[in-house]
């Protein structure tokens, strides 16, 4: 047997070892059936239990199923066995409890928890159809209640650019929207610095190192110092070391919309997977990464979607946008199911003064409670008669509001960009 043999043979198994480590960790990646046992150990705590909640949750995002954060939040072992806490988890969320489900869950077919379910859902029925038509039904209590929402905005916004600080503030109070001055920051564009807020109502407060902010002293010096800005208003949340802008995290229903400009502000994570994770346990949802437009400094996802419910998007028309987007938004639409409305969107407008302006993006509006505050440009070639039909078309049940911003808009951002919506959970 041949040095060289030898040396290549080493070589090679050196090789592999990454990869077999890979093996391991996924084979040793808790299933949905362990978590289950943990679920049920009366030994663990009430958090422990809701946190073991959280993680199957996780694991159902990826194949469309959800864990409500209400369940989980409410969530009391009690006396109860696997089967009646499956049993529960299947009638609360309207699962079937199929073959194919209860061995994720159990590890083995349950005909028995099926019947149950069945003969409990067929009880419902029967006590629905005997309601009489003109009795008074209770009022519906939402699966997750949004509580009380506040529009946060900078005080730098007043100083700066009183019209538009005024023209907004009018809309919110004429229809009852509190809203709120940040003491401590250094730019207008407090959706980008200041904290997420997931379902559950947690605050994550991500890294705001933005690149493109960098090599330029007046725009790094305007940068906003997160912790001192969550201290000086009161906020308490979990500090993260994700380098993530506001701008860049879109929720609703358990999932995350995230642009790919992550990866490029984040280059201490080799491992892309290991990235999505990461953020997918911050956020509690799964995340979706959508292709960021080259020509957008900031990478922001809500500059080109934003959520209407868990499956369906709004975005800039794709008919009207570069081919690479369009064709990338398309692959992640098959991807994850999701349906997509087209709302009109213009480029052409010129400032020499002002390069990264954003007029002509309707999609940066404001959405609280059940207000929508949409931006018109009232510019040589807008869209905003169409623009203002779309909304009204795809959101019929909300109030509309519409709002020249343009002194901001020539700066870079529209309304989501310098806003905030803190909600204080009931």
């Known amino acids: 047997m041949s040095t060289e043999f030898i040396i290549g043979t080493i070589i090679g198994l050196i090789g ?28 663990l705590s009430t958090k422990a239990h809701r946190k073991v909640l959280m993680r199957m949750n996780l694991i159902l995002l990826r194949s469309g199923k ?59 029925q029967k006590k629905d159809e005997s309601t009489p038509k003109n009795a008074k039904k209770a009022d519906a209590v939402p699966a997750q209640p949004k509580g009380k929402e ?39 564009w407090c959706r980008d610095y200041m904290p997420i807020q997931i379902e559950s109502g947690k605050l994550i407060q991500f890294r705001y190192e933005p690149s493109y902010l960098k090599g330029n002293k007046e725009w790094e010096d305007s940068r906003s110092d997160v912790r001192e800005v969550c201290r000086l208003n009161g906020f ?29 502000e984040n280059p201490e994570y080799t491992d892309k997977d ?18 960021a437009q080259n020509s957008d400094m900031t990478g922001h996802a809500d500059g080109m979607v934003r959520f209407i419910d868990h499956d369906t998007i709004l975005g800039n028309n794709r008919s009207d946008e570069y081919k690479y987007w369009a064709n990338g938004i398309e692959k992640v639409l098959k991807d994850y ?29 404001l959405e609280v409670s059940n207000l929508i505050v949409l931006p018109v440009f009232e510019v040589e070639g807008n869209k905003d008669a169409e623009a203002i039909a779309a909304f009204k078309r795809i959101f019929p049940n909300k109030i509309i509001e519409v709002l020249n911003y343009n002194d901001v808009a020539l700066e870079g951002g529209v309304l989501n960009c310098t806003t905030w919506v803190h909600r204080i959970n009931s």
């Open 16 to 43: 592999i070892i990454p990869v077999i480590i890979q093996v391991v960790k996924w084979v040793k990646k808790p299933k949905l059936n362990e978590l289950m046992k943990r679920l049920v150990d009366n030994r």
């Open 66 to 124: 959800h864990i409500s954060s209400e369940y989980i939040n409410n969530f009391v072992l009690e006396k109860r066995g696997k089967e009646s806490v499956f049993t529960d988890l299947c009638l609360k969320h309207d699962w079937e409890p199929t073959k194919e489900l209860c061995e994720m869950f159990m590890n083995g077919d349950y005909p028995s928890i099926r019947k149950k379910y069945w003969d409990m859902k067929n009880e419902h």
């Open 150 to 188: 506040i529009v946060y905005l900078s005080g730098l916004l007043e100083e700066h650019f009183p019209e538009c600080f005024n023209r907004l503030t009018s809309i919110l109070k004429k229809h009852g929207v509190d809203y709120r001055l940040l003491k401590g920051t250094k730019d207008i």
């Open 236 to 264: 308490e949340p979990v500090f993260s070391n994700i380098n993530l802008d506001g701008g860049n995290v879109l929720l609703c229903s358990g999932r995350a919309i995230v642009s790919d400009r992550i990866f490029t």
């Open 274 to 291: 290991q990235l999505v994770k990461d953020l997918s346990e911050l956020l509690e949802a799964e995340v979706i990464i959508i292709p």
């Open 337 to 365: 199911n999701l349906k997509y409305v087209d709302v009109p969107f213009f480029y052409g407008y010129k400032d020499s003064r002002h390069p990264d302006q954003a007029i002509g993006v309707y999609v940066n509006y």
